[in-house]
């Protein structure tokens, strides 16, 4: 079905799914961002995959040097040129995450909030691509939600539903931690074991966090 973040959730419609009304949505959103900008110390050049429209870099511009994300929607990134312009030190590029060729680049390179499914195709590019894309001694994050999350998250699709912004949800369809829309949508995660596979074909060191009960982050540093 082509990548649905392209082609219908996207700029506008993106940017409803995140203002959410549910407080332990809103907290889940919070707490992941945090955790990564308390590793910060401002000097630090900065990529985030699947950026969007900026959500996440508005929030880290005053704890990094230089942010730039990628996301493959053009709609999503003339948004977020409006959006950022608060934030000079943040730049968005159209650009598939897939076919991202910097090379020792980036300190810190991000793929948030679900970000590895969401970008579809082989987790295992992108994992290959960000490490890539790190100076010696860089760090990247790769964030999935805790099976501790199911409820929450389930009544945040469902409110996304509820607003026209996703299919309906086909609940017959919908357990064990993938969410099955109508419309042919699916959202997926990875599980603890899927993450330890991408550390292991990394190459780098790497460790599993739990943040808040709601996201597993894998996070990999790049040989100095």
Same mark, same amino acid.
């Given at each position: 079905?082509?990548?649905?973040?392209?082609s219908k959730l996207n700029?506008?419609?993106?940017?409803?799914?995140?203002?959410?009304?549910?407080?332990?949505?809103?907290?889940?959103?919070?707490?992941?961002?945090?955790?990564?900008?308390?590793g910060l110390k401002g000097?630090?050049?900065?990529?985030?995959?699947?950026?969007?429209?900026?959500?996440?870099?508005?929030?880290?511009?005053?704890?990094?040097?230089?942010?730039?994300?990628?996301?493959?929607?053009?709609?999503?990134?003339?948004?977020?040129?409006?959006?950022?312009?608060?934030?000079?030190?943040?730049?968005?590029?159209?650009?598939?995450?897939?076919?991202?060729e910097f090379e020792s680049? /980036?300190?810190?390179?991000?793929?948030?909030?679900?970000?590895?499914? +969401?970008? *579809? %195709?082989?987790? @295992?590019? #992108?994992?290959?691509?960000?490490?890539?894309?790190?100076?010696?001694?860089?760090?990247?994050?790769?964030?999935?939600?805790?099976?501790? /999350?199911?409820?929450?998250?389930?009544?945040?699709?469902?409110?996304? +539903?509820? *607003? %026209?912004?996703? @299919?309906? #949800?086909?609940?017959?369809?919908?357990?064990?931690?993938?969410?099955?829309?109508?419309?042919?949508?699916?959202?997926?995660?990875?599980?603890?074991?899927?993450?330890?596979?991408?550390?292991?074909?990394?190459?780098?060191?790497?460790?599993?966090?739990?943040?808040?009960?709601?996201?597993?982050?894998?996070?990999?540093?790049?040989?100095?």
């Amino acid at each position: 079905m082509g990548n649905y973040y392209a082609s219908k959730l996207n700029a506008m419609d993106l940017f409803q799914v995140y203002e959410t009304g549910i407080p332990r949505v809103k907290q889940y959103l919070d707490a992941e961002i945090e955790f990564v900008s308390r590793g910060l110390k401002g000097k630090e050049r900065l990529l985030e995959l699947g950026a969007g429209y900026g959500r996440i870099l508005e929030r880290l511009a005053p704890r990094a040097a230089e942010l730039v994300g990628v996301d493959i929607s053009g709609d999503n990134v003339r948004f977020g040129c409006e959006y950022l312009k608060g934030a000079p030190n943040c730049h968005l590029v159209v650009m598939d995450a897939h076919f991202i060729e910097f090379e020792s680049e /980036f300190d810190v390179v991000l793929c948030l909030q679900n970000g590895l499914s +969401a970008v *579809k %195709g082989d987790p @295992g590019n #992108i994992v290959r691509r960000s490490v890539r894309a790190l100076v010696p001694g860089g760090r990247a994050f790769f964030s999935t939600y805790s099976e501790n /999350f199911w409820e929450h998250r389930l009544a945040w699709f469902m409110e996304q +539903a509820g *607003k %026209g912004l996703l @299919g309906e #949800i086909d609940m017959e369809k919908t357990r064990d931690g993938k969410i099955v829309c109508k419309d042919g949508f699916t959202a997926t995660t990875f599980l603890p074991e899927d993450l330890e596979r991408l550390g292991r074909l990394s190459g780098c060191e790497f460790r599993i966090d739990e943040v808040d009960s709601s996201s597993l982050l894998l996070i990999l540093e790049k040989p100095a």
